[in-house]
C-alpha cells in the first residue's frame, strides 16, 4: 500500500497529548494522539487572510511515551508523517472512508524553560479548577475528563 509523506511545520498542540496502549504485535504497544494546529497566510496588504489547518496525528512506541511525557497544550512543534487512507464497514455494514496521519518524525521546538514554564502553568490551573470545585462542593473532575498525561 502506498502512502503521501506529510510535513506540518511550525505547529501548535490544541490540546493535550492522549496516550494509551493498544496490542501490537509484540505485545503492548505504546498509542498517542495529539492535534497540532498551523497557520498559513495568504494574499497580499488589505486581501491577506490567515487560514488554519489541524491534523490529528498518531504515534507510536517509545516516540509515544516521549510526546506524552515532554509535549501539552500549546507546545510547538515538527511534525513529518504519512497520510494513509483506509476504509471499513461500521458496525451498520455500511462503507466508511478515512484518513489516517502517522508522525515519524517529532522535532520538539520549545525550550526546556518554555516547557517546564508550561507544565507549571498547566499544573497551577488545575490546582485552582480543584479548588473551585472543592469550595463548590464539586468534584474536581465531574465536569472535565480526566488527563492521560502531563501537561
Known sequence: MAFVRVEQRNAHLAG????????????????????????????????????ATAIQWTVFGKQAENAAQYLGKGSHVNIVGRLRNHQYQDAEGAEVYGLNFTAEEIDYLDSKADAEA??????????????????????PTADKPQRSAKA
Open 118 to 139: 508550561r507544565r507549571e502553568r498547566h499544573a497551577f490551573i488545575d490546582e485552582m479548577n480543584a479548588a473551585e470545585a472543592h469550595r463548590q462542593g464539586l468534584s
Open 16 to 51: 493535550n497529548v492522549r496516550l494509551d496502549t493498544v496490542n501490537g504485535r509484540d505485545g503492548p504497544l505504546a498509542r498517542a494522539s495529539f492535534i497540532a494546529i498551523s497557520n498559513t497566510r495568504r494574499g497580499a496588504g488589505e486581501q491577506r487572510e490567515e487560514e
